[in-house]
């Protein structure tokens, strides 16, 4: 599928678990090889301390989720950012990738606050 815009599209994706992160592995080789797409896919992390560092430092710097993905590198084009609103206010697309029970609270964060064009994709796995 091929479809041109004047602007590349900037991605974010919301949740950085497993699914989170193993979907942030695959947007981030396709943002990189597609013009279409904006080079850099903001990645939102709740930011946790692993062994004295930030999570959000560790990705950024090894390209790796330790903690919910380790042994998987992500591209060097995925960076990992703890703001929520910071992540997602300049997307042209939002995919959702967390666990259904935050859904309610992390959009209400969100609205308001993200561009009207936008447009979510959900991955969220319910059950």
Same mark, same amino acid.
């Given at each position: 599928?091929?479809?041109?815009? !004047?602007?590349?599209? !900037? ?117």
């Amino acid at each position: 599928m091929s479809f041109k815009t !004047k602007t590349p599209l !900037k991605v974010a994706i919301i949740g950085s678990g497993n699914w989170g992160s193993a979907i942030a592995k695959i947007v981030g080789v396709n943002a990189a090889k597609y013009e279409e797409f904006d080079y850099t896919v903001k990645f939102w992390v709740l930011d946790e301390t692993i062994d004295g560092r930030k999570l959000t430092e560790i990705i950024n710097t090894q390209h790796e989720n330790v903690k919910y993905l380790p042994g998987h590198k992500l591209s060097v084009n995925v960076v990992a950012v703890p703001d929520l609103v910071e992540t997602a206010k300049d997307a042209d697309i939002l995919i959702f990738v967390l666990p259904h029970q935050f859904i309610r609270r992390t959009v209400d964060t969100l609205a308001g606050k993200i561009k009207p064009s936008a447009f979510a994709i959900s991955l969220i796995k319910v059950g």
